[in-house]
């Protein structure tokens, strides 16, 4: 079993910055971001795989990035140029299969509480 354990989340103007933190409770090989904005769907936002290989949707690449700390078996979200469609309940999510480090949220058994972001224009 991985706990997750989340922070970071505020309320922040558009075009702001913000860094949430994910720590699990030991090393595993997929950790990624997911969010879920009130009445749509759970979206993938950025994933890192053991090998440090990470992706990103193209609803946030070039603002978004997934760092971790492989010392501290820490994954953070640095999320840049903020704007209100971003608002949504952040989460994070992990699981150990080799080589699946995507956004198909079945495949990931360990999710931390979620911590929530809201981008004011």
């Known amino acids: 079993h991985v706990q997750l354990v989340e922070s970071g989340g505020d309320s922040v103007q558009a075009g702001g910055s913000l860094r949430l933190s994910c720590a699990a409770s030991r090393d595993i090989y997929c950790m990624a971001w997911f969010r879920q904005a009130p009445g749509k769907g759970r979206e993938g936002v950025a994933s890192i795989d053991g090998d440090g290989v990470t992706r990103y949707p193209d609803s946030v690449r070039g603002r978004f990035t997934i760092p971790k700390d492989n010392a501290k078996n820490t994954v953070f979200l640095q999320m840049n140029s903020l704007q209100p469609e971003d608002t949504a309940m952040y989460s994070c999510?992990?699981?150990?299969?080799?080589?699946?480090?995507?956004?198909?949220?079945?495949?990931?058994?360990?999710w931390g509480q979620g911590t929530q972001v809201t981008v004011s224009s």
């Open positions: 999510a992990a699981h150990s299969v080799i080589g699946g480090c995507g956004f198909y949220d079945p495949m990931y058994d360990f």
